[in-house]
């Protein structure tokens, strides 16, 4: 099965990255944000994106503009009614993410399926919120989703084996590998990365090492592209501290408790990359 039309909820950075991924398998992209400066942003970074691309040649100029012109904003979720694939990408929050799909539910075709791009949260809660939950599941991109490899494809106990196979097929489709993976929290890769990120903010806290130190640690004793620090401000850290509230409700493991200097570090504002300040600081 090869999707024709995608429809992709959300304008954030992983709204244009999956947005960019879907038009690279040469279907029609329509992507729905909430603003019409929303809209232009995401157009933005696709544009950057891909001009940053060719530079390294990687696609050709041809490629850059058949492929941005597949791409299309709306600001009405009702555009989306004849997609027969629909990913969200809104904020990681579980109340929004249910009304968004009891939206959906009203607007898409009985046929369509509808994924969501949760890092963290339960897909079966969304999935019970549309008609047809069967043709729900998660499909969890990387970010910078244009360089990272691997999707989580997420199966929620409701999912039909027609469903995996299709978003399967999208995801190799994408050119990414696709690794099955049952609905737990933080899935595999989060299940794994945080407790090790919760950890490092913890050595830090207790007085063990600098930032510095401990990401130059992990950098050349693990061999590690980045520190844990350097990667919690990429990250995010209020998306960090989401993910690690979530892994720790559905565990109740001390490992994902978050720390608290990460919790008021997001109190203050220190979000890491996206806010100019979080372990580390950066220019704007």
């Known amino acids: 099965m090869s999707f024709q039309k995608i429809g992709v909820v959300g304008s954030g950075i992983m709204g244009a990255g999956v947005a960019e991924a879907c038009a690279a398998t040469g279907a029609s992209v329509i992507v729905r944000a909430r603003t019409n400066a929303g809209a232009e942003a995401l157009l933005d970074q696709i544009d950057r994106s891909l001009a940053k691309q060719l530079e390294k040649g990687k696609r050709t100029a041809e490629d850059v503009v058949a492929l941005r012109q597949r791409v299309t904003v709306t600001t009405h979720l009702s555009e989306l009614a004849d997609c027969e694939f629909v990913i969200e990408t809104v904020v990681e929050d579980l109340d929004v993410k249910m009304e968004l799909f009891r939206a959906l539910d009203a607007v898409v075709s009985p046929k369509a399926i509808i994924a969501t791009c949760t890092s963290t949260l339960p897909v079966i809660d969304l999935a019970m919120q549309v008609s047809r939950p069967e043709r729900v599941c998660g499909v969890h991109f990387f970010n910078p989703v244009h360089a990272m490899a ?111 200097l990460l919790r008021r570090m997001v109190s203050a504002g220190l979000l890491g990359k996206k806010s100019g300040e979080g372990f580390y600081q950066y220019g704007h």
Not at 186 to 193: D, H, K
């Open 150 to 260: 691997l999707v989580e494809v997420v199966r929620p106990i409701c999912a039909s084996d027609e469903t995996i196979a299709a978003v399967t097929e999208f995801v190799l489709a994408c050119d990414k590998e696709p690794i099955e993976v049952k609905d737990r929290a933080g899935f595999i890769v989060n299940a794994l990365l945080f407790p090790y990120l919760n950890n490092a903010v913890r050595l830090l806290e207790n007085g063990v090492a600098t930032k510095e130190g401990i990401d130059a640690a992990m950098k050349g004793g693990c061999g590690f592209p980045m520190g844990p620090f350097a990667l919690l401000d990429l990250v995010g850290l209020d998306t960090s501290l989401a993910i690690l509230d979530a892994l720790y409700l559905e565990y109740a493991d001390a490992n994902f408790a978050p720390v608290p």
